[in-house]
């Protein structure tokens, strides 16, 4: 936040552009993943590796899903609705300034104690999105890393 843009909220166009990049990775993410999913229960692809990339790709699904979901709720809310949402939120004390983050996606009201308070994105989004990305990641590594061991033991 910029010193001279106290009241400075996201900006509209992106997180237009955020929500509607997201709905659609999310969907297209699925879409490959029950695809991916499918294939390996008729043994198309069969074994470890198979399973634990599509268990990475779907944890990837859902963490691109949970931080879409945490951006939708930044894109409903207007300046009345931040106006709203901290006066309510503050309970009595002085806004001031926002606090806006695309990553993770949230909308804070900063009290003139120095204290800020979350509103408008729910308060799992952050941590169930990291957990998944983290997920991903582990699940993804360990495919590969079975891979390599499955083409070692064949080269043996």
Avoid at 116 to 139: I, K, N, Q, R
Wanted: overall charge negative.
């Amino acid at each position: 936040m910029a010193a001279d843009a106290p009241f400075a909220g996201h900006d509209p166009a992106t997180v237009i552009v955020l929500a509607f990049a997201g709905l659609i990775a999310t969907a297209c993410l699925g879409v490959y993943g029950i695809v991916r999913g499918v294939r390996t229960l008729r043994g198309r692809h069969r074994g470890l590796t198979a399973g634990l990339r599509t268990g990475g790709l779907a944890a990837a699904t859902c963490a691109v899903g949970m931080y879409t979901w945490g951006v939708l709720h930044l894109a409903v809310l207007d300046e009345s609705g931040q106006a709203d949402a901290c006066h309510e939120a503050l309970n009595g004390r002085k806004l001031a300034a926002y606090e806006a983050t695309y990553l993770p996606p949230s909308f804070g009201c900063v009290a003139d104690d120095g204290k800020t308070y979350d509103v408008a994105v729910p308060g799992y989004v952050t941590p169930v999105s990291g957990l998944l990305a983290v997920s991903a990641f582990l699940l993804t590594a360990f495919s590969f890393a079975e891979a390599h061991n499955d083409k070692k033991e064949n080269t043996t």
